[in-house]
Each structure stands twice: as structure tokens, then as C-alpha cells.
């Protein structure tokens, strides 16, 4: 039992290293603050989002996320400025981290666009003590003896043009690539991101909204999520997203006076779906609207509350 511990932990911070390192979500359509800096106000209101995710349940060590997004339009800047807060845990590394967004909007066309830029920081720990060394005596001189931690700067950029029945956007995190050091030193390695969705109504009461997702450090194979959500009555909407090489996701919510909930099941289709029971993840959403002026714009779909 200890071995299988000890592998499934390093197997677990190895891939965080090594690959993708930035938290996976399956409600990206509504999470798009934390990854486009350029979406920051876009909504024309105060909007709060609260995640919750928990990976691949019953796998140990297995990935929980907890994120809380906050942004709002900003006019003596010309903007919209957010917040973004998160806490990862994978197996025996938690991180923690903030990022501040600020985008600079611009009516082009029939649209929006916006374009922003985040600072964040980043704090990784390492709890090394609970790592079991599969040594004769038990000890391992390469394992730290100690809880350690380090924590770097990092900076993201972003492009995001919205109308009211499409927006697209692309943005690089972790631009810097900035070191951590557990021992042996490794790079914050650089995200790119791609955005999309286009809003057919389909009737008085119905829409649809497929959507596309892509996400590459630029070194591994892109995860590319293709999503497609039904709205009734601006009420209720549900969906499914299809996510390459990896997971399903049927999703499922409501709002009601600009507040949203919906829950997303991920059943997990790559070799780990012997190990796990698959990943729930949880959104809490509400907008305070502000009062009209010159440049707010009136949307009529789900996404824009």
C-alpha cells in the first residue's frame, strides 16, 4: 500500500511539472476571467463566479480546485478590471495563487473588443515528509525532509471581441515562464488559450450555443474541448462537452434574476476510467448589474447575465 502511495503521488507531480500545469475546469463558458485577462467587464456588470472541482473521485491524491473570480467595468479606465483566486491541491503539492486583469474595451464593428493583461503570483508547496522512500531503512537523501515551498511572478495577455450572439478570444498565461525550485528548478511553462461560441435562437423560447475550447503549452498534445449548450426560456440550460482523449461531460443549471448555478459531471473515457468515478465540479454565479449608460450593451443569452 505504501509503494502504491508513494507512485501514485510521484506520478501525480510528475505530470504537474512535466505537462499542463495550469487547473482543468469543465465549465470554461463561464470561467473565462482567469484564463483571457481581455474578458475582464465585458458584461457591462459586477459579476461573481465561485468554482468548485473535484477531480477524478476516489483516485488518491486526486486534483481539487477551488476558484473565485471577481470583475467589473471599469470606466475611468476605459475597461474592465478582475480578480481571479484559486487553490489547486494535487496529491502532496497545493498551490495557491492570485491574479489581478485589467482589459481595455473598444467598440469595433457590432462588438466589443477587449484588450487586457493580468499579473499574478503563484505559491507551490510541497508537503516531502509524506512521501514513503522504497529504500530497505526507509530513507531517501534526494526526498526534502521538510514541508518546502516557493513561489514566483507571472504575467498573461489577452484578446477578447464579444457581440450579442458570438465572441472569440486568445490569450498566453505564465508568459514569463518563471522558475520554482523543489530542489531541482523547473518553469512555469507558458499556456495558449482559444475561445469561442456562436448563439443561434432557434425559436421564442430556445437557443443553442455550441463552443469550442482549445488549450497548449506548446509542447504536448492540445486539449480541445467542443461543448454544446441548449437555453429554454432564459431559464434553463443543459448541455454536454466533449472533451479529446480525456472525458464527456454532460452540464446542467439554472438562473433566475442574474444569479446561476450549474453542475458538470466529467465521465473520464481515457485509460484512468478504471481508477475513478469520475470528477463533479460545481459554479455559483451573480451579477449586479449596473446602471445604463453610454456604453453598456444589452445582451439577451445565458452566457451574458
Partial sequence: MKKTGFFLSL??????VFSQQ????SHNIFNK???????????QAICVGVLGRKQWSGFVGAPQTGLINVDAPVRILHGGAGLSLFSDKLGIENN???????????TIGVGQLGIGASFGYMSKTLDSPRLVPITNDGSDQVIPKNVIN????????GLYYNTDIFYLGFSVSQISESEISYNVPF??????????AYN??????????????LKSDGAGTPQIDINFLAIYNDFFFGGISYRYQDAIVPLIGLQW?????????????????GYNSGSHELFLGYCFKLPEGKTAQKYRNVRFL
Fill in 150 to 157: 516557493d513561489n514566483a511572478m507571472n504575467f498573461g495577455a
Fill in 11 to 16: 506520478l501525480i507531480f510528475a505530470a504537474n
Fill in 257 to 273: 434574476n442574474n444569479f446561476k448555478v450549474s453542475y458538470a459531471y466529467d465521465i473520464n473515457t481515457s485509460e484512468l476510467r
Fill in 187 to 196: 518553469k512555469l511553462a507558458r499556456h495558449y488559450y482559444l475561445i469561442g
Fill in 22 to 25: 495550469e487547473p482543468q475546469f
Fill in 200 to 213: 443561434f435562437r432557434l425559436g421564442a423560447i430556445l437557443e443553442l450555443e455550441p463552443s469550442l475550447f
Fill in 33 to 43: 476571467l482567469v484564463i483571457n485577462p481581455g474578458s475582464a467587464g465585458y458584461n
Fill in 96 to 106: 495557491t495563487g492570485a491574479k489581478l486583469a485589467y482589459a481595455f474595451r473598444t
